[in-house]
Structures are given as structure tokens and as C-alpha cells.
């Protein structure tokens, strides 16, 4: 099963499979590749719906999907980013969304080295344990799980 | 520009048995806040770093800035007046200089380090037994985050304990 480990006390480790990175301005997430259920590029602003911070997109016919669009502190945006053209559905058991992002990369049998957080950062309410660094940039790692509580914690 | 501070011992908390016991010590002075100071031991001094590159993460403590590359490592950067204050604390410094401590989580374990704000100039200061003084009572959560405290010009100022701060201040 293609997850990301738990580093169980330790400072890193590494781990190996297929991963997605996804950019929201400067957030990077990194989740494991089973965690997405689709992708699609949008060629229309999704629309405000009458709950805060869930808009609504459609292709001409299709059934409106639920979007949230993250800020770069993963809280979810008011308005929608007109940048923001790439939705992916994320595996929830609980919930259908759909998040909003500028970039997705997928890593294929990717060997990626994972650090804890430090201690200070892992206290209660801490939505993150680990990060791994790629081409520089400090990607943190979640579950689709994670991101939609957390998304849906924030919204209220 | 960036400043290396003098030389940090391997391990924090072992004594060199040859050094005659003296009633004086050095450390840092750090102005936390405009007329507020902490201190810290100055072999837990490391560097003083001028605007470093350092990332936001999510859902991290009211009182954490983010993530600051150094040396290599990526090390928490903490805002001592809203650690000491608490979220409610008014205006917030920007991220000029910072400066890296050094710590141990205990006894023996490797040297980790960890760098908070450094809103205004560091002063190194020496500090004698007789300037011993009680903790402010103003600033609840002093008792668990520092190891002593002494009179600097009129003012209480406590000594920080680095490993707590950056291990589990919360608690």
C-alpha cells in the first residue's frame, strides 16, 4: 500500500512510491498518488454558492461539483483565485470535493527522504508532521484526509 | 551581514571539572520586545543571521514563524513575545535578524538548534551570583521556560532553558 510513513519519533526517513505534489501560491502539499481520485483543468471561475467558501463548478451538462480553494495556511479562500485551474478530487470517504490548485506534478516510484517537524511545531492542533525537500522547496506531507478535515474544520 | 557567535560545547550540559567554580557567567541579552529582555546562556549562543529565507507551515503554534533554512537544516523560528505574551500579545516583529541557538532535549542526546527573533541588538552581558532576583510575575508561563533570573539595570531578566522552549513549551 502506497501511504506516507509515520516517522514514529525519528527525525527522517526515507520512503519510496508514486506521489502528487500540489501548489497552492506558495503551499506545497505532497500526498500519495492513491489519495486522488481525478484531476481536470477548468476553463471557467468556479461559482459562490450560498455556504462560505464552497464554490461550484460544472462542465456544460455534468452534475456541479463542490470546490474549495486553499490559502497558502491551508484555510479556505472567501473568493476564488483566478489563477487556481486545476481540480482534483480527493479520496474522502466522508465527503465529495473537489480543491483548487496552480500546479500538480505527479512523482512516479519516487525515493523521497521525509523529516519530522521539530518538536516545537507538533504540538496540539499542528495539521502537519513531516515535510520532504524537492528542487528546493520545502513540500509538506498530508493525506487527502487530512486536507479535507482540515479544510472543512476551517470552513466551519 | 551575519555573525558568528563564540564556540558551542559538543555537549550542553556536561561541566569541565578543571574550571575553578566562579560566581559570574556570560549571556546573551536579547530585547525581546521594546523594554522587555531575556537572556541566554551563551554557550547556547550560535550565530546571528540577518533576514533569513524561512516558510510558513500550516497550523503551526501561534508563537512559531515558520520553517528558516541553516546549514543546512531546517530549524523553527520562534517570536519570543507571543511564546512569553501569548496570541493576544499586540504587534509583532518583522523577521530582521534572528538568532540561532543551540540545545540538547537531554542529557547526552545530540546538539540540536533552533533560532528565535531578534528584533533589537544582542548584548553579551556578565552576569553575577548576587544579581539573582525572583521572575517577573507579570508573564505567566516564566516559570516552566527559564532556569533562573537576575537584575540588569533595574529590570528582572529572565534566563531562558533553550531545550524547552524549542522541545515543548506548551507544557
Not at chain 1, 452534475?63 to 479562500?77: D, G, H, N, W, Y
Not at chain 2, 557567535?5 to 559538543?10: A, D, H
Not at chain 2, 520562534?78 to 540538547?104: E, N
Amino acid at each position: 500500500m502506497n501511504t506516507i510513513p509515520l516517522l514514529n519519533g525519528t527525525e527522517s526517513g526515507r520512503m519510496r512510491g508514486n506521489f502528487v505534489l500540489l501548489r497552492a501560491d506558495s503551499l506545497r502539499l505532497l500526498l500519495p498518488q492513491q489519495d486522488m481520485s481525478s484531476t481536470e483543468y477548468i476553463d471557467s471561475t468556479p461559482l459562490a454558492t450560498n455556504e462560505a467558501c464552497i464554490f461550484s463548478y460544472a462542465e456544460a451538462g455534468s452534475t456541479p461539483r463542490k470546490v474549495i480553494a486553499l490559502s497558502e495556511q491551508m484555510q479556505p479562500l472567501a473568493n476564488f483565485p483566478g489563477d487556481r485551474f486545476l481540480l482534483t478530487q480527493l479520496v474522502d470517504e466522508q465527503h465529495t470535493l473537489s480543491f483548487a490548485w496552480n500546479e500538480m506534478r505527479v512523482l512516479i516510484d519516487a525515493e523521497l527522504e521525509q523529516h519530522a517537524l521539530p518538536a516545537v511545531m507538533q504540538g496540539s492542533g499542528a495539521l502537519i508532521d513531516s515535510y520532504i525537500e524537492l528542487d528546493g522547496e520545502l513540500v509538506f506531507c498530508m493525506s487527502a484526509q487530512g486536507i479535507v478535515s482540515q479544510a472543512l474544520a476551517s470552513q466551519g | 551581514m551575519d555573525m558568528h557567535l563564540p564556540y558551542v560545547n559538543e555537549d550542553l550540559f556536561s561541566v569541565d571539572e578543571s574550571i575553578p567554580k566562579v560566581a559570574h557567567a556570560k549571556a546573551y541579552l536579547l530585547e525581546y520586545r521594546q523594554g522587555c529582555f531575556v537572556a541566554f546562556p551563551a554557550h547556547t549562543g550560535v550565530e546571528l543571521i540577518d533576514q533569513p529565507k524561512f516558510v510558513m507551515v500550516p497550523g503551526m503554534p501561534y508563537f512559531c514563524r515558520g520553517l528558516m533554512a541553516w546549514q543546512g537544516r531546517r530549524l523553527p523560528l520562534l517570536d519570543l513575545d507571543k511564546l512569553l505574551r501569548g496570541p493576544g500579545a499586540p504587534g509583532s516583529p518583522s523577521v530582521g535578524h534572528v538568532l540561532i541557538l543551540a540545545y540538547q532535549s537531554a542529557p547526552g542526546r545530540a546538539v540540536e538548534y533552533g533560532a528565535v527573533l531578534a528584533p533589537s541588538l544582542i548584548q553579551m552581558i556578565e552576569v553575577v551570583d548576587s544579581q539573582q532576583c525572583e521572575l517577573p510575575a507579570d508573564i505567566e508561563g516564566l516559570p516552566r521556560l527559564s532556569l533562573s533570573c537576575f537584575e540588569y539595570e533595574g529590570r528582572a531578566v529572565p534566563v531562558l532553558d533553550t531545550a524547552r522552549i524549542f522541545s515543548n513549551p506548551d507544557t
